[in-house]
């Protein structure tokens, strides 16, 4: 059975029964023909767990349903090995810490920071996460005290909050997910954190755009193409 997806309207959260409503892991399910959750057991639980966060942060039904609902057949019949789910894993940390973080500290005029989290070898492993986490700790402290100190009433303040913030999320996160690597914990760590901090990112800081700057508006609209782009090369593997 052909399922149309033109039909669905993605929600938000996790639903009782479709009836209810779906998200988009509740609608990956449907298609698949899987009993109702938002955990259907043929997609890969990193991208899983990147589609669930990302869902929740987008601000509202029209923005969940044309960008995540498109995505759905490619996720399907996605579960892999256990180092098929640790590539992906990293492929969300990586984005995170040298694309989404990159962006928000750029908009806080934080450059100098942002040019050293791209000039960053690709993190791909327990490793190379290690070797990062100095540059990622930096950055994360840097975006913090940017946030801290920019007055309320400043011109552009929205702007500097909201990135401020968002790279902080987004750097401390993959810092964290490289300290676990230091204990040789980080591919489960990454599976659950990781994947979120890099959704979460991509797209939670659409409300607070839509009073800031377009700079700050195009940034998001910029990483929710690279989200979306993430999760095809995540399926992709």
């Known amino acids: 059975m052909t399922i149309d997806l033109t039909n669905i309207v993605l929600k938000q959260g996790s639903h009782s029964s479709r009836e209810d409503g779906m998200c988009a892991m509740e609608a990956a399910a449907y298609v698949a023909g899987e009993k109702h959750s938002d955990n259907p057991q043929c997609v890969s639980p ?16 029209e923005s969940r349903t044309r960008l995540l609902l ?30 989404y973080a990159p962006a928000w500290l750029g908009l806080a005029g934080l450059t100098e920071h942002a040019s050293a989290l791209r000039a960053l070898a690709p993190i791909v492993d327990a490793a190379s996460a290690e070797s990062s986490r100095e540059t990622l700790d930096a950055a994360s402290a840097a975006a913090r005290d940017t946030a801290r100190d920019t007055a309320r009433d400043a011109p552009g303040y929205a702007a500097c909050d909201a990135a401020g913030d968002a790279a902080g999320d987004a750097a401390g996160a993959a810092s964290r997910v490289a300290a676990r690597a230091a204990a040789g914990t980080a591919a489960g760590y990454a599976a659950r954190v990781a994947a979120r901090a890099a959704a979460g990112t991509a797209a939670g800081y659409a409300a607070r755009a839509a009073a800031a700057t377009r700079d700050l508006a195009t940034t998001v609209e910029l990483l929710q193409a690279s989200a979306v782009h993430l999760v095809e090369r995540m399926a992709a593997l």
């Open 46 to 61: 990193v991208i899983g767990a990147f589609m669930r966060s990302w869902n929740d942060s987008l601000p509202d039904d």
């Open 70 to 99: 498109p995505l759905i057949p490619k996720i399907l019949n996605t579960a892999g090995s256990s180092d098929v789910e640790e590539r992906r894993s990293w492929m969300a940390v990586d984005c995170m810490a040298r694309t």
